[in-house]
């Protein structure tokens, strides 16, 4: 009984009212708490913006000091922990390693999964912001078979997880300031997006009351796919395969042929219909990193920027409002830092763990909260009575 519309794929239905995060996709426009996204990338770093997205208001000196201290004082995983890591194949994706080892938090943090618990809260939410980039770079070296690098404390978040991805023991390793800074913008343009499919799915899991830890694994695996938080590998694994420049229209002509299922990954959003706010600040970052590391003669790079001006020069995208998005540009600066495709999409999952820990906070705090539970439209069978086997 009762009246409900019918919206799949959620394109015109709002699941909850949220202080977080704003988005006026036709203007291109997003704020986190009120604050433009480029004046964030700009001026501020990641972990004032987990204080801001957390806590509602950017920090005081003192309240983003002690910030810090709380993050940086749970970035160690349990050594127990990295036995788990190592009953992974050796060749596992990332993102199955950390789907599995997150939702395993709860086995091995269950002092802080009590939902109803405000403490309990709090600490869950610094657990998972602190402990994200040590299991992401921990998953990351164990499938390339090198000797996890454990976090150091002195280090800031980015500097800490280029470390931890790419020291290797017996060898010094520096991390150049201009990397940290490109890493933690892209941690930064990413850290929340408010009601995204994996947001989306980490307050769905909650409703239930599950705890965090749960919570954001399903979060992670949702998140995987590559018309979400996958879309940057499947880029970056597009521009490879597109190869050289001459190939670049047979691949335009493939995205706009209606029977051809093939997208160009790293186009298009659901809600921007204009230029994605977090791109440019994204294109800007990406410049300056393959200014630094010297690859303008990439050939992956140059497929990057000539499909970029191709497609933004062909009809069929302008009237469709698709423009290369955050993921086109981020996946750009990841290769040119030397990360494997395979860790683009636990990298979004490192900087997105705010988000969805900033939403799953604000859900469970809401006293008008109650489970998901969408309706469905039936198209199967109408009633009808059981057949027995040997009649069939
Ligand atoms: N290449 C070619 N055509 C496209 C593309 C694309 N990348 N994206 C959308 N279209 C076409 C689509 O065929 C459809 O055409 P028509 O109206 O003639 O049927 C029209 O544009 C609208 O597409 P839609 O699938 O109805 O739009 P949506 O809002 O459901 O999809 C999207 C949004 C992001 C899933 C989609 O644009 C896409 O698949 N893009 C490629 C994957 C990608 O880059 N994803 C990352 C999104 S940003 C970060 C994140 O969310 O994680």
């Given at each position: 009984g009762?009246?409900?519309?019918?919206?799949?794929?959620?394109?015109?239905t709002?699941s909850?009212?949220s202080?977080i995060?704003?988005i006026?996709g036709?203007?291109?426009e997003?704020?986190?708490?009120g604050y433009?996204?480029?004046?964030?990338?700009?001026?501020s770093?990641?972990?004032?913006?987990?204080?801001?997205?957390l806590y509602g208001?950017?920090p005081t000196?003192?309240?983003?000091?002690?910030f810090?201290?709380?993050?940086?004082r749970?970035?160690?995983?349990?050594?127990q922990?990295?036995?788990?890591f190592?009953?992974?194949r050796?060749d596992?994706?990332?993102?199955?390693?950390m789907?599995?080892?997150?939702?395993?938090?709860?086995?091995?943090?269950?002092?802080?999964?009590?939902?109803?618990?405000?403490w309990?809260r709090?600490?869950?939410?610094?657990r998972?912001?602190a402990?994200m980039?040590t299991?992401a770079?921990?998953?990351?070296?164990y499938t390339?078979?090198?000797p996890?690098?454990y976090?150091?404390?002195?280090?800031d978040?980015?500097?800490n997880?280029?470390?931890?991805c790419?020291a290797?023991?017996?060898?010094?390793?520096?991390?150049d300031?201009i990397?940290?800074?490109a890493?933690d913008?892209i941690?930064?343009l990413?850290?929340d997006?408010?009601?995204?499919?994996s947001?989306?799915t980490?307050?769905?899991?909650?409703?239930?009351?599950?705890?965090?830890?749960?919570?954001?694994a399903?979060?992670i695996?949702?998140?995987w796919?590559?018309?979400?938080?996958?879309a940057?590998?499947?880029?970056?694994e597009?521009?490879?395969?597109?190869?050289?420049?001459?190939?670049?229209?047979?691949f335009?002509?493939?995205?706009?042929?209606?029977?051809d299922?093939?997208r160009?990954?790293?186009?298009?959003?659901?809600v921007y219909?204009n230029?994605?706010?977090?791109?440019?600040?994204?294109k800007k970052s990406?410049d300056?990193?393959?200014?630094?590391?010297g690859?303008?003669?990439?050939?992956?790079?140059?497929?990057?920027?000539e499909?970029?001006?191709?497609a933004?020069?062909d009809?069929?995208?302008?009237?469709?409002?698709?423009?290369?998005?955050?993921d086109?540009?981020?996946?750009i600066?990841?290769e040119?830092m030397?990360f494997?495709?395979?860790m683009f999409?636990?990298?979004?999952?490192?900087?997105?763990?705010v988000?969805?820990?900033?939403?799953?906070?604000e859900?469970?705090s809401d006293?008008t909260?109650k489970?998901?539970?969408?309706?469905?439209?039936?198209t199967g069978?109408?009633?009808?009575?059981?057949?027995?086997v040997?009649d069939r």
């Amino acid at each position: 009984g009762g009246v409900f519309t019918h919206d799949p794929g959620f394109t015109s239905t709002s699941s909850c009212e949220s202080t977080i995060t704003f988005i006026d996709g036709g203007k291109g426009e997003l704020l986190h708490r009120g604050y433009p996204i480029d004046q964030l990338a700009e001026k501020s770093h990641f972990l004032e913006v987990c204080y801001l997205l957390l806590y509602g208001e950017l920090p005081t000196a003192a309240q983003l000091e002690d910030f810090e201290f709380r993050v940086t004082r749970h970035t160690m995983v349990h050594e127990q922990m990295g036995n788990f890591f190592r009953g992974f194949r050796r060749d596992a994706h990332p993102m199955a390693v950390m789907v599995g080892v997150v939702g395993a938090m709860s086995a091995f943090y269950h002092d802080s999964t009590d939902v109803n618990d405000p403490w309990q809260r709090e600490v869950a939410a610094i657990r998972l912001i602190a402990k994200m980039p040590t299991i992401a770079a921990w998953a990351f070296k164990y499938t390339i078979g090198q000797p996890m690098v454990y976090p150091r404390n002195d280090l800031d978040y980015a500097s800490n997880f280029l470390r931890m991805c790419f020291a290797v023991p017996a060898e010094d390793y520096e991390v150049d300031p201009i990397l940290a800074r490109a890493m933690d913008r892209i941690f930064t343009l990413h850290a929340d997006h408010e009601q995204n499919a994996s947001t989306s799915t980490v307050r769905l899991a909650s409703s239930s009351g599950a705890n965090p830890f749960a919570c954001i694994a399903a979060g992670i695996a949702c998140l995987w796919g590559p018309a979400h938080g996958g879309a940057n590998q499947a880029c970056l694994e597009m521009l490879r395969e597109i190869g050289t420049v001459d190939r670049i229209p047979e691949f335009i002509a493939r995205a706009k042929d209606k029977n051809d299922p093939f997208r160009l990954m790293g186009f298009g959003h659901r809600v921007y219909k204009n230029f994605d706010p977090r791109a440019k600040v994204m294109k800007k970052s990406a410049d300056e990193v393959l200014e630094l590391l010297g690859v303008e003669n990439n050939p992956t790079l140059q497929v990057a920027k000539e499909l970029e001006a191709q497609a933004l020069a062909d009809p069929y995208f302008a009237e469709k409002k698709l423009f290369p998005n955050v993921d086109f540009y981020s996946g750009i600066i990841l290769e040119a830092m030397g990360f494997p495709t395979s860790m683009f999409t636990p990298i979004f999952a490192v900087s997105r763990t705010v988000g969805w820990v900033s939403q799953w906070k604000e859900m469970i705090s809401d006293p008008t909260m109650k489970i998901g539970r969408p309706r469905q439209l039936y198209t199967g069978s109408t009633a009808r009575d059981y057949v027995d086997v040997e009649d069939r």
